[in-house]
């Protein structure tokens, strides 16, 4: 079946260090799409991925889609406290369903 | 998204008792789903709906039932808890963006403990 897997599962960063978390799946995607779930919220959609290579950038945040449409990354420059939580990928072989990675936990310390 | 609503926020409850957990929604979207978080696992879907008639099963539909009453209300049921269905409960919404998937909108979550 579908699998979306997501590395690391936690990451501790020092406050201005960047952090990155990747994700990989089984399958051909159609897109991708990023969540971020503060602690004790909901998840909230970043971004959509739709083309193959493509990059994107949201202020300190670049995503990337991967050339054969099977990964994607998400990278952080200077980590602020304001970065903490759980950052999903979330990937869909078709126009449907999406089927969520599981997740990177970040810790930004002071 | 406060456009998302769900109801209990918190709920324990004993192994065997049926519980109900609903949704609703203000967003006018079609699309209606019901996932779980477990720490380390991510959410996975347990049913989904696409309109008033149409309920599908998702990845763990096991244990799980549903109702899709109104466009705007979606609500999960266990039949007999057990201990293993504790976990955080999310509902989402969606709507059709032509070829693209649709950005799901998620409600603030019920935290379920089976006892």
């Known amino acids: 079946g579908q699998q979306v897997m997501q590395i690391p599962q936690y990451q501790h960063v020092q406050e201005g260090e960047d952090f990155t978390t990747y994700c990989n799946s089984s399958?051909?995607?159609?897109?991708i799409q990023w969540y971020k779930q503060r602690p004790g919220g909901h998840p909230v959609f970043l971004i959509q991925?739709?083309?193959?290579?493509e990059v994107k950038k949201q202020k300190r945040l670049t995503f990337q889609f991967g050339e054969a449409k099977k990964n994607s990354s998400l990278h952080i420059t200077a980590t602020q406290t304001t970065d903490v939580g759980t950052y999903f990928c979330?990937?869909?072989?078709?126009?449907?369903?999406?089927?969520f990675g599981t997740g990177t936990r970040l810790t930004v310390i002071p | 998204d406060a456009d998302v609503t769900q109801t209990p926020r918190n709920r324990i409850t004993k192994t065997g008792k049926r519980i109900m957990l609903e949704c609703s929604q203000t967003?006018?979207?079609?699309?209606m789903y019901w996932y779980r978080q477990d720490p380390g696992l991510g959410l996975r879907l347990i049913y989904y709906?696409?309109?008033?008639?149409?309920?599908n099963k998702g990845e763990i539909s096991d244990g799980y039932s549903v109702s899709r009453q109104a466009q705007a209300k979606f609500s999960l049921s266990l039949e007999s808890a057990i201990p293993n269905q504790t976990a955080l409960y999310f509902c989402?919404?969606?709507?059709?963006?032509?070829?693209?998937?649709?950005?799901?909108?998620f409600g603030p979550g019920t935290r379920l403990t089976v006892l």
């Open positions: 709906s696409f309109d008033v008639k149409d309920i």
């Open positions: 399958t051909t995607l159609s897109n």
């Open positions: 967003k006018g979207h079609d699309r």
């Open positions: 979330a990937g869909s072989p078709g126009a449907n369903n999406l089927f």
């Open positions: 991925l739709v083309k193959s290579g």
């Open positions: 989402a919404t969606s709507k059709v963006q032509g070829a693209s998937t649709d950005t799901q909108y």
